[in-house]
């Protein structure tokens, strides 16, 4: 595995003005198409915290209905090339992960361990589709189990270099698997998915949201209002303004407990580690 590097201050504060560019660009498209998008996750407490991204925050989420997710792919093509394109497993058949990547044009960015992936690579902002869930709970569990078990196959060729031992063997053997298996039984899921049904809702790709707050109760730990993805205010970020839930309050509450309480310090580091990067205004990859 290739030894991780860190951006320098300067770098730092590129990355994130690099993703800022690709998300004007993505906000105006929605815009004029009528597309619901939320600032999510740490990109929403930023913009609420920070007016702006959290000062050792290095990526951007974006959450999206899953009609609003396929409405957008469909007119992906009217962002400016110059500035961005969209990735997916449809776009990229490399491309192994459930949810898709706004990604910076002639730009570079691999992460720790995945440089043998054949995926188009370069410095992102994460769209994750959120799909409809079982009504009950023990539904959104066993559904949570499965997805889990798709996920870790989709990960098995980053795993399988990253482990050892029976794990390694394990994950190996699951890398043996045709992706477009996996992909197919997320697209099933998907088709269920309407804004206007009243499920609950999660990205099936990615770890519960819920769960990363302990505190939250069973009956919300595996699924989110789907007002939050419909009820919506513009929040200054960056000093412009983009769309994020109404209710931030009870959006952070459930995702992070006490927002407002900074993390330690030693808890303020970059988030994705990476051994290549090269911005678009420069030739040479670091």
Known sequence: MNKAKELT???FRKMQLTELDMLIEFDRV???NNINYVLFGGSLLGAVRHKGYIPWDDDADIGMLREDYNAFKKVAHQMDQSICYFQDHDTDSEYRWGYG??????????RVGQEHLKCKTGIFVDVFPMDDVPKSVI????????????????????????????KKAWFTLLSKIPVDGVFNKFNKIAQKSKNSSPNRVRCMSFPATGTLYKKNPISERYSMPKSWFLDRSEYE?????LYSSKDYDTVLNYIYGDYMK???EDKRGQHSPFSKI?????DQIL
């Open 9 to 11: 201050p300067t770098q």
């Open 262 to 264: 900074l993390p330690p």
């Open 278 to 282: 090269k911005f678009q205004d420069e």
């Open 237 to 241: 970020f960056e000093g412009i303004n």
């Open 30 to 32: 929605c815009r004029e």
């Open 139 to 166: 539904g959104q569990i066993i559904q949570d189990r499965r997805v889990y078990c798709l996920r870790k196959i989709l990960w098995s060729e980053v795993a399988k270099k990253q482990t050892t031992g029976v």
């Open 101 to 110: 990547k706004l990604r910076r044009t002639n730009t570079v960015y691999v």
